[in-house]
């Protein structure tokens, strides 16, 4: 069956270091990867989109790698800030013989100590 | 402004009750989305339809049901059939028109409890 899967421990940092979130996948090729923000009792936010065909992908303090080989995606965002803390999704999208689904991972809470 | 409104913030209801969840959006996406999310899981999909008048069952749709009448509305209704209706409703909302057309955009949610 396919499977997406996040660090389910939260991730700790001070201020200032970069954080790295992984999101791991199996028995999927998808054509891209997206990973969301999510802050406590609210909607997930778009953060990035990365394709099968990008390595790397930047926006701001942010950057998302894709290996495909690997099936993994590693979010950083640098320079952290304790605004930056909130729970960081990442999704796939699953092809049903329909249509494409969107699929998310359980995400990773992520806690940046002033 | 745009966006997607869920009405209300907080519902209570008691079992056994139906209770019908509110979805609008003014983005005039085509394709529109429910997930529910229960504490530290991930969002799982419920219904979603990619156009008016049609839309297809997810991974958890037992126990609950949709309509899509207009483009820009999409209520979930949870039935008294669903065995744990208490959780954290998302609804979401997708251009499939444009060259951005992965990006879902969310709701605020819609924070259900049934005693």
């Known amino acids: 069956s396919q499977k997406i899967e996040q660090n389910s421990e939260a991730l700790n940092i001070q201020e200032g270091k970069t954080a790295t979130l992984t999101c791991n996948y199996t028995?999927?090729?998808?054509?891209?990867l997206q990973w969301y923000r999510q802050d406590p009792g609210r909607g997930p936010v778009f953060l990035l989109l990365i394709r099968e065909n990008e390595k790397e992908k930047r926006k701001e303090r942010l950057k998302v790698t894709f290996d495909t080989t690997l099936k993994q995606s590693l979010f950083h965002i640098t320079a952290s800030q304790p605004a930056d803390s909130a729970t960081y999704l990442c999704?796939?999208?699953?092809?049903?013989?329909?249509?494409?689904?969107?699929?998310f991972g359980r995400g990773t809470s992520l806690i940046v100590h002033p | 402004d745009g966006g997607i409104t869920q009405s209300p913030k907080y519902l209570f209801r008691k079992e056994g009750q139906n209770v019908t969840l509110s979805c609008e959006q003014n983005l005039n996406h085509d394709a529109m989305y429910w997930y529910r999310q229960d504490p530290g899981q991930g969002l799982r999909l419920i219904y979603y339809s990619q156009i008016v008048n049609d839309f297809q069952k997810g991974d958890i749709a037992e126990g609950y049901s949709v309509s899509r009448e207009k483009k820009e509305s999409f209520p979930l209704t949870v039935t008294s059939a669903q065995k744990n209706p208490t959780a954290f409703y998302l609804c979401?909302?997708?251009?499939?028109?444009?060259?951005?057309?992965?990006?879902?955009?969310f709701g605020p949610g819609t924070r259900l409890t049934v005693t």
């Open positions: 028995n999927y090729s998808p054509a891209y």
């Open positions: 999704a796939l999208r699953l092809w049903t013989g329909g249509s494409y689904i969107p699929t």
């Open positions: 979401a909302s997708r251009d499939r028109s444009s060259g951005r057309s992965y990006e879902q955009y």
